[in-house]
C-alpha cells in the first residue's frame, strides 16, 4: 500500500518541487499553503508524514505541530526551517515532531528521512496488529474448560495478570503451561513490553547461563562478538523460564542473585547491568521433592513460588474434553480447509475415558491426525487413533458368553465399581454418592469382589 504524504509551505515552488520528487517514489502526494488548509486537508484523509514549514501565514508550523499533538497525534511531523531558524526547530522536536530539514532544500535527504518515518510506521502498524492478535488469542474468554477446577483456575490467572509479581507455574507435561504464561503476560500492564523465553531444559549450563546473562567477545571458545542476554532482552516485560526445576544448582545460585537483586554481569564482562523484568516460571517436576534431595534451592524455591499456579492434568477435568475436542477441530478445519462439524457419542466417550499420558497436546495432536485425514463431515470411532478405539474393540470382544449371563453381570459391576473408586480418588462416600448407591451395600459389593 502507498504511503501518503501531506506536505505544507506557502511556497508553490516548494511544494511543487517536493510533490514532484515524491509522486516520482510511488507516495501519494498532496499539497496545503498553511495550516488551516493542512487541517482541513486531513479531515478528509489522515496523511502517513505531514512535512511542513515553519514561517507561514494564518497560522504557521509551530501552531499546526500544536493542534496536531492535541488532535492527531499519531501523524509524524517533519518541519521544514531556514539556518536561522534552527532554534525553533529544536522547540518543535521537542514538542513532539519526528525530524527536521533545513533549507536550502535536498532532496535526497528529505526522501531519506521521510522514507525512514514511513518503515518505522509500517513496522509499528504491524507490531500493534500482531500485539493485538496475541491479545485476542490469550484472552480470558478464549481459555477453555468449563469445570469448577479449570474455572477456579482462569479467575487465578486473571487476578494475577494484573500484578507484577512472580508466579510459578506447576502441572505434568502438555497440560498447557506455557499458554497460562502467555494469558498472563497479554493480559498483564506489560502486554506492549517484551515477552521472552527460554526452555531451561535443553540447554547444557553453560549455554544456559550465556543464553540468559549474555556475554562479552571473547569469554570463552566461540564467542566473537558480544551477545545480550535474554534478561536484557526481556527489561521492561517479561521473562518465561519455562523447566526451571532442571537447571543446576549453581545455575539456581545466579538466578537467585537477579531475583534478589535485579542486576547481573554478562559472562566474561565485569559491568553491572540492571533490569526490571517479572519472572513467570514452569515446571513439571515435584520442587518440594526436589528440595528434600537437594536437588533445589529452598530460598529459589520460595523467590519463584510467590504465587503458584497448579494447572490440572487433563484425566482430572474429563467434563472438559468435549468442548476442547470442539475447540481443536474447528482449529484445524481452518487450517486444512475440512468441514468436521460433528462427533458421534460413541466416539465422543472413548475420547472422554482415555487417561490421555500428553494431556492437552496429546489431544490435540489426536484431533489434528483425525482432521488431516478423515473423509466425512463428522468423527466416528473409526476414525479414532488405535490407542482410543482399542477400548471399544476390547469391550466388543471380551465378552465370553460361556461365562454365563450372571458372572458376566458380575465382572461388569466389578469393572464399573473399580472406575468409579478411581475417578473420586478411591473415596467411598463420594463413590457411593457417584453412582448412587448406599454406602453398606457399596462396602459389600467391595467386600464381594475382594476390591482393595
Known amino acids: 500500500m502507498k504511503s501518503k504524504i ?13 510533490q514532484e520528487l515524491f509522486e516520482k517514489k510511488g507516495y501519494i502526494c498532496k499539497t496545503a499553503c498553511n495550516g488551516i488548509e493542512a487541517l482541513q486537508a486531513i479531515k478528509n484523509d489522515e496523511p502517513d508524514v505531514l512535512i511542513t514549514d ?23 511531523v517533519i518541519m521544514v526551517t531556514a539556518h536561522g531558524t534552527i532554534e525553533t526547530a529544536v522547540e518543535a522536536m521537542k514538542l513532539g515532531a519526528k525530524d527536521y530539514i533545513l533549507k536550502p532544500l535536498r532532496l535526497e535527504e528529505i526522501l531519506t528521512k521521510v522514507e525512514r518515518i514511513t518503515q518505522l510506521n509500517s513496522l509499528i502498524k504491524e507490531n500493534e496488529y500482531l500485539l493485538n492478535r496475541l ?21 487465578l490467572v486473571k487476578d494475577v495478570a494484573s500484578t507484577n509479581t512472580t508466579v510459578l507455574i506447576g502441572g505434568e507435561s502438555g497440560v498447557g503451561k506455557e499458554l497460562i504464561a502467555n494469558a498472563i503476560h497479554y493480559n498483564s500492564p506489560k502486554a506492549k513490553r517484551p515477552f521472552v523465553k527460554v526452555n531451561c531444559g535443553v540447554l547444557a549450563e553453560s549455554l544456559l547461563e550465556s543464553e540468559l546473562f549474555g556475554h562479552m567477545k571473547g569469554a570463552f571458545t566461540g564467542a566473537i562478538k558480544d551477545k545480550i542476554g535474554r534478561f536484557e532482552m526481556a527489561d521492561g516485560g517479561t521473562l518465561f523460564l519455562d523447566e526451571i526445576g532442571d537447571i543446576s544448582l549453581n545455575m539456581q545460585l545466579k538466578l537467585l542473585r537477579v531475583l534478589q537483586e535485579g542486576e547481573f554481569e554478562r559472562v566474561g564482562g565485569t559491568e553491572t547491568i540492571k ?89 490435540e495432536n489426536f484431533i489434528e491426525r483425525i482432521v488431516v485425514l478423515s473423509k466425512d463431515d463428522t468423527i466416528d470411532v473409526d476414525d479414532l487413533p488405535t490407542t482410543i478405539s482399542a477400548g ?14 450372571n458372572t458376566l453381570i458380575e465382572n461388569y459391576e466389578k469393572t464399573i465399581i473399580e472406575k468409579a473408586l478411581r475417578d473420586n480418588a478411591f473415596n467411598k462416600v463420594k463413590t457411593a454418592q ?18 482393595e
Open 6 to 18: 501531506l506536505i505544507v509551505d506557502d511556497e508553490p515552488d516548494a511544494l511543487e518541487l517536493m
Open 392 to 405: 471399544a474393540t476390547k469391550e466388543s470382544t471380551e465378552i465370553d458368553l460361556d461365562m454365563g449371563f
Open 275 to 363: 533490569v526490571d523484568v517479572r519472572i513467570i516460571a514452569a515446571t513439571n517436576r515435584d520442587l518440594k521433592k526436589a528440595i528434600k534431595e537437594g536437588k533445589f534451592r529452598q530460598d529459589l524455591y520460595y523467590r519463584l513460588n510467590v504465587i503458584p499456579i497448579e494447572v490440572p492434568p487433563l484425566r482430572e477435568r474429563n467434563e472438559d474434553i468435549k468442548y476442547l475436542v470442539y475447540h481443536f477441530m474447528e482449529k484445524f478445519n481452518k487450517v486444512y480447509g475440512k468441514n468436521i462439524t460433528e462427533v458421534t457419542p460413541k466416539a465422543l466417550d472413548l475420547l472422554e475415558n482415555y487417561d490421555y499420558p500428553g494431556n492437552i497436546r496429546e489431544l
Open 54 to 76: 515553519i514561517r507561514m501565514p494564518e497560522m504557521d508550523g509551530m501552531q499546526l505541530l500544536k493542534t496536531l499533538n492535541k488532535e492527531h497525534p499519531h501523524i509524524p
Open 135 to 155: 491479545q485476542q488469542t490469550y484472552d480470558f474468554t478464549n481459555m477453555i474448560g468449563k469445570t469448577d477446577k479449570i474455572q477456579q483456575l482462569f479467575r
Open 434 to 451: 457417584k453412582l448412587n448407591m448406599n454406602r453398606s451395600t457399596l462396602n459389600s459389593k467391595l467386600k464381594k469382589y475382594e476390591i
